[in-house]
């Protein structure tokens, strides 16, 4: 195995997060510039709330060509920035910062990422009903993309329901094609939305493999035969929601196809290159279950 040398030359690029010790975008990107002999490398950013200013300047200062933005920078990113893409700007959300010098650019490739996942999926949406759970930042980049796939009628579901209420109006406010709508956790609220929906997409951690495996944000009873249904987990690949919802007959899809697309935009952004995707998912996979090993070692 040769070890990488970074020189005075080499690109610099990263993860920018609170918490990033399970992130698979490192070995992702880091391999991708290897394997296309790219002089960069791909660092984990972590920092705490407070701190969120000055390590962006200190990004800048220290030349850092971009970075991805991950969980609670999303949105709190947008003041630093200096310009928007539209799917940016779309979502509200940020996961992808483009430096040119010293002017930062956001983007938001989970958009592009997620609706790559539903074409895919081979599954005709346009038209069709959605039920989103969850108003955080991977909800906002969903809705962003149901609209690019025009679907017709999406429903928000959250825990805080002021949370759900909020982001249908913003998205209300800027498309007037689709019907939003919104309501609370309470099965007697979603029950009957979630069995009207072709498309049930779990935005929330739920399932996530960190927190309890067994845990189901729904009940599971509403989903059937004629749905897809994606979890934006992907540790564990298959969570609870999806083995119901398979169980039902419903399509299920986890969040490796979205996390790996939104990768190879960000990776393109940067470098105009494409990345060997095949090898991503090989890659990915391993490292969801290393984490998964290390996490039942840990439990
Ligand atoms: P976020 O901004 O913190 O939002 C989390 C959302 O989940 C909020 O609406 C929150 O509800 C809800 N939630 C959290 N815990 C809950 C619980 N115990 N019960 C019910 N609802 C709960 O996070 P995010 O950025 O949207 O990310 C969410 C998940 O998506 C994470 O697991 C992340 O890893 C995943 N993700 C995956 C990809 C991918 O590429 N596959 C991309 C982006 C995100 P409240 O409003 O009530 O707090």
Redesign the pocket.
Known sequence: MSIFIPDSETKLYGLLGETLSHSISPSLHNNGFRDLGINAVYLMLETKKQDLEGYINSLKTLGFAGWNV???Y??SIIPYLNGFSSLARASGAV?TVLNRRGRLTGYNT?VI??QRQVEEAGVKVKDKRAVV?????????VIAALIQLDLKDITII???VE??EELAKLFREENSKQNFDFCS?KEQEYGELLKAADLVVD????G?YS?DIK?I?INPDYLHEEQLVID???NPLKTKILQEAEKRGAQVGN??P??IY?AEASFKLWTQEMPPKKKWYQIAEKAVGEIEAKDDAVD
């Open positions: 991950t969980i609670p999303k949105e996961n989970d990422g997620f759970i969850g108003a955080g930042g991977a909800a906002r980049a959250n825990r805080t949370n759900a956790l935005t929330t951690p739920v996530m927190n845990n944000v934006l987990v992907y969040g490796l979205t996390l939104q």
